[in-house]
């Protein structure tokens, strides 16, 4: 018998929509997937040449569970010099992805019954992982009408003496919004007064394309660096989902945990991988890659909200970062009795594929990503509207 934990456990609706996209595609059916959460550029062949550089060096054994010394210390200086929050090599630990880094932290920290803070929408894994841990989302919500901004009023009303934990997830995933950092550190100084812990997951924090006040949450002062958790991942930045590479950056002590807890997962992230990682960070070439995807997507990001506005009776919020938006069909989806057989019937009948709003907590919606060419966002948009029209 599969244990009670795991028995709910939801597989990931994106990477079951990809999957279902790539079989579409493979029978020759012209779908336009929005659905992909991930970079559509390739990794830069710098990184893919010290890769292979480190495995002709015979850069193959098991490393440190912490990371290899270089690349910690490299990640080391990135939060230093670009991130304002100083961490020596040791607060470093380089993780099987951001995802594992997650998995990880709510491994050492989560008792049954103990409550994790969640604004909504939220990333899909986060409540999953939170539910696998024995833990209880609590979540609070955010909306399309006021720009996804988070309240600080609403998560501390929520504050209770089993909360461990709040997920700060700015840049956000699937809204594409940047939380107010004034509000961010009202949470933060009520979670210094009230032991609780903080995981920032900064993933997106090199894709904003507006003028935002944005800081890492661990730079807002040294009470509150002591209890974050930052994390962060080579998948977005260096278009680098495949190799699996994250990190996280804590207190020394609970970064002790965090690599020992890594020790028996996974022994440790690929040797070969992590010196690929290392390129990305040293080449200078790195930054210009960062700098030119950000232009591309800044560029998309325009022609996505304008196509999406221009719907009849959808709600859209122009996102300030990240690859995604997640424009509010609730209008249509009524009809439908689900955004789940919404988007099904969006992408039977308009070949469009989108993720179902519900998968991260806010039902009515579709969560779409702009990492496609904006050929393929305008068909996209035009299949849309056409699918839109015939339903009025
Ligand atoms: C908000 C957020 N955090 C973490 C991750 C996981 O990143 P990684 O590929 O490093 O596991 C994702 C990937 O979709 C994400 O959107």
Not at 7 to 26: C, F, H, Q, V
Not at 154 to 164: A, F, S
Request: charged share 25%; net charge negative; proline share 5%.
């Amino acid at each position: 018998m599969i244990s009670s934990r795991v028995k709910s456990l939801k597989p990931s609706p994106t990477i079951a929509l990809s999957a279902k996209l790539r079989e579409l595609r493979e029978q020759g059916v012209d779908v336009v997937g929005f659905g992909a959460g991930e970079p559509d550029l390739d990794t830069p062949d710098f990184i893919k040449s010290a890769c292979m550089r480190a495995l002709k060096e015979g850069k193959t054994k098991y490393p440190p569970a912490g990371g290899i010394p270089e690349l910690r210390e490299a990640i080391a200086n990135l939060m230093e010099k670009e991130k304002g929050v100083s961490y020596s090599p040791q607060e470093i630990v380089v993780t099987v992805g951001a995802k594992l880094a997650i998995f990880l932290i709510l491994q050492a920290l989560i008792d049954d019954g103990d409550e994790v803070l969640l604004p909504s929408p939220y990333w899909v894994t986060y409540e999953e992982q939170i539910k696998l841990c024995g833990g209880i989302p609590i979540f609070v919500p955010t909306r399309t009408e006021k720009g996804f901004e988070l309240k600080a009023d609403e998560v501390i009303k929520r504050i209770t003496n089993r909360t461990k934990l709040i997920i700060i997830n700015s840049p956000t995933n699937p809204t594409g919004a940047v939380f107010s950092m004034e509000e961010i550190r009202k949470i933060a100084e009520v979670c210094v007064k009230k032991n609780i812990y903080i995981l920032s997951d900064e993933c997106y924090d090199e894709l904003i394309f507006d003028e935002v006040p944005y800081q890492s949450v661990a730079s807002l002062g040294s009470e509150i660096r002591e209890i974050t958790f930052t994390v962060n991942s080579f998948s977005k930045t260096f278009s680098m989902t495949g190799w699996r590479v994250g990190w996280v950056a804590c207190r020394e002590d609970l970064a002790k945990v965090i690599a020992s807890l890594n020790s028996q997962y996974v022994s440790n992230t690929p040797t070969f991988v992590q010196y690929g990682a290392l390129e990305a960070l040293r080449n200078p070439a790195g930054r210009e890659f960062i700098e030119k995807a950000r232009e591309m997507y800044r560029e998309r990001r325009e022609v996505i909200t304008e196509g999406l506005q221009s719907l009849p009776d959808v709600k859209v919020f122009r996102p300030q970062a990240t690859f995604f938006i997640f424009p509010d069909f609730s209008r249509y989806v009524e009809a439908f009795g689900s955004d789940v057989k919404f988007s099904e019937a969006l992408l039977e009948k308009a070949l469009v594929g989108a993720v179902p709003g519900s998968a991260f907590g806010a039902e009515g919606h579709l969560r779409m990503s702009f990492a496609l060419s904006r050929e393929n966002i305008e068909k996209g948009i035009e299949r849309l509207l056409t699918f839109l029209k015939d339903l009025r």
